[in-house]
């Protein structure tokens, strides 16, 4: 159960266990990552780079989130944003080997709209430096 209730002094009191409570949280990430992740899909749409596609939730351990439907094509999203833990360079390297590691039929969309114009033209020559497949890359955004 998501939360136990108890009677104290005749009001109703709820307690939540420190496991419901991570759930919880996960279930928000979650589901604001859906919600980002779907706006990525709708710019990309509205710019022309995709087609219509569903979302997926296949329980595989693909990591893909849409299916392009009339290609068939499973479309990886991805949206930049440096931190000062997570800069920039190092995230064009985890996205770069993330296409390395997937198979032909992913697809990336790379939601460029946390970058400032001078991050957006270093973030792409890094991942063509790195070697990166661009041929499976998508940008929005840009």
Same mark, same amino acid.
């Given at each position: 159960a998501i939360g136990s209730a108890m009677v104290a002094h005749g009001a109703m009191v709820l307690g939540t266990s420190a496991v419901e409570t991570g759930q919880q949280v996960q279930s928000l990430i979650s589901s604001a990552k859906k919600e980002s992740e779907m706006k990525s899909y709708e710019d990309a749409r509205r710019q022309g780079k995709i087609g219509e596609a569903i979302h997926m939730d296949d @329980?595989?351990?693909? /990591?893909a /989130?849409? !299916?392009? $439907?009339a290609t068939k094509q499973r479309i990886d999203i991805k949206k930049p944003a440096?931190?000062?833990?997570?800069?920039?360079k190092r995230q064009a390297k985890n996205i770069s080997d993330n296409i390395r590691r997937t198979t032909s039929e992913t697809r990336f969309l $790379? /939601?460029?709209v946390n970058l400032s114009p001078d991050e957006k033209i270093t973030f792409i020559?890094?991942?063509?430096?790195? @070697?990166? /497949? !661009?041929?499976r890359v998508v940008f929005c955004n840009e």
């Open positions: @329980g595989t351990v693909s /990591d /989130d849409l !299916m392009e $439907i440096p931190t000062l833990l997570n800069p920039l $790379i /939601d460029l020559q890094q991942l063509k430096e790195l @070697g990166t /497949d !661009m041929s």
